[in-house]
Structure formats: structure tokens, C-alpha cells
């Protein structure tokens, strides 16, 4: 897996301000709040180290670096960004499902071990957007995407609390109670005002 790491301080004053004004820390519903100094689980450290490597986590904590950002790619179109602390998905797709690693590099199960703090997604088609609700709904993290993808987002956490498969597996269930928090980044059937 290529590693870029990008040190232009502008980004990290960019990055810091989106991140850092609270419209992406807010906790979701139902969502754990931790502790940004507090020891992180074993599996936690482990999936962040397999997105970053070992030389941009702390081994102890799984703190993600303070002052710079850092990019992972992690399949297709999606990328793996620790902003200033924080950690953000950049699309949710993975190619091939894989339950174990392999011809894979990652699994869905290290997305979730990562603990993202938000999910940003270009648009609802399954090579950006699969994935999302899930782990969305099994991290806390929030989605930020159009109004029409929040929805999508919605529609599929309804299918995924009524999947057997997906609720008589122990480590996959998700909560009867759980939501997953979105914030629509357009409004419905808007358009962009043309800038020239």
C-alpha cells in the first residue's frame, strides 16, 4: 500500500478548521464518546496501523498524528485521511468483499476497527458509497453527503437492522436502536451556481 504524506501547512490550517470547528466531532446518536488522549482497543490500534502504517500512529495510544495530514488509499476511489488527530473516510468502497485479508489488503472489519470520526461521500453509487451506513452505524462516525445520499444512508441501515444475516452474527449485529447521523451537504435537487 503507497503512503502519501502531505506536511503544506495551508492544508493542515485548512483541515484543522473543518475539522476542528466541531461540525465533524459532534458524536453521533448512540455513538461511544472517547477520549482523544485515552488508550484506544488492541483492534483499533491494529486497523489504523494497517491504514497508515506504523510510523503514523502512536503503537500505545493509536493516536493519529496532531499536526499534519496524512492520506491512505484504500481501494477504488477511497482514501483514508488522519486530519490533524482525526480520522476521516473519503468514500467507503472496497473492492472485492473480503472477510479476510489476502487479495486484499484490508476488510470491511478494518474500517470499522479504524473507528472514523466522519465519512465524506462524493455521491450514493456502491463504488463510493457501499459500506458507508455500516460502518457509520457501527462507529458513531457521521456522513456528510447530499441530502438524496443521507437518505440512501437511511434506507440502508432500515435493510441492514431487518437482514438476518447481518443481525445473527455476533460481531456484525447492529443495535435495534441505532441510527446513523447524516449531514446533507446540498440541499435536494439543487445545482451549484455557475461560478464564470
Request: with cysteine; net charge positive; glycine share 6%.
Amino acid at each position: 500500500m503507497k503512503r502519501r504524506q502531505l506536511l503544506a501547512n495551508s492544508s493542515a490550517a485548512l483541515s484543522a478548521a473543518l475539522v476542528g470547528s466541531g461540525v465533524a466531532t459532534a458524536p453521533s446518536v448512540g455513538a461511544v464518546t472517547r477520549s482523544r488522549s485515552a488508550p484506544l482497543p488492541d483492534e483499533t490500534v491494529a486497523a489504523r496501523i494497517r491504514l497508515f502504517g506504523p510510523e503514523h500512529v502512536d503503537l500505545r495510544s493509536g493516536a493519529l498524528p496532531e499536526g499534519r495530514v496524512v492520506f491512505s488509499w484504500l481501494s477504488k476511489s477511497s482514501f483514508a485521511a488522519a486530519v490533524c488527530g482525526r480520522l476521516l473516510y473519503l468514500d467507503t468502497y472496497i473492492t472485492r468483499l473480503e472477510t479476510q485479508r489476502g487479495r486484499t489488503p484490508l476488510v470491511i472489519a478494518d474500517l470499522v476497527d479504524a473507528r472514523p470520526d466522519a465519512i465524506l461521500l462524493g455521491h450514493d453509487h456502491g463504488d463510493h458509497a457501499d459500506n458507508a451506513a455500516y460502518i457509520a452505524a457501527r462507529t458513531g462516525a457521521t456522513v456528510y453527503a447530499s441530502e438524496e445520499t443521507c437518505g440512501v444512508m437511511v434506507s440502508d441501515l432500515a435493510r441492514m437492522k431487518a437482514d438476518p444475516a447481518i443481525q445473527s452474527d455476533r460481531r456484525r449485529r447492529i443495535a435495534p436502536d441505532t441510527v446513523v447521523r447524516t449531514v446533507p451537504v446540498t440541499t435536494a435537487a439543487s445545482a451549484p451556481e455557475p461560478r464564470w
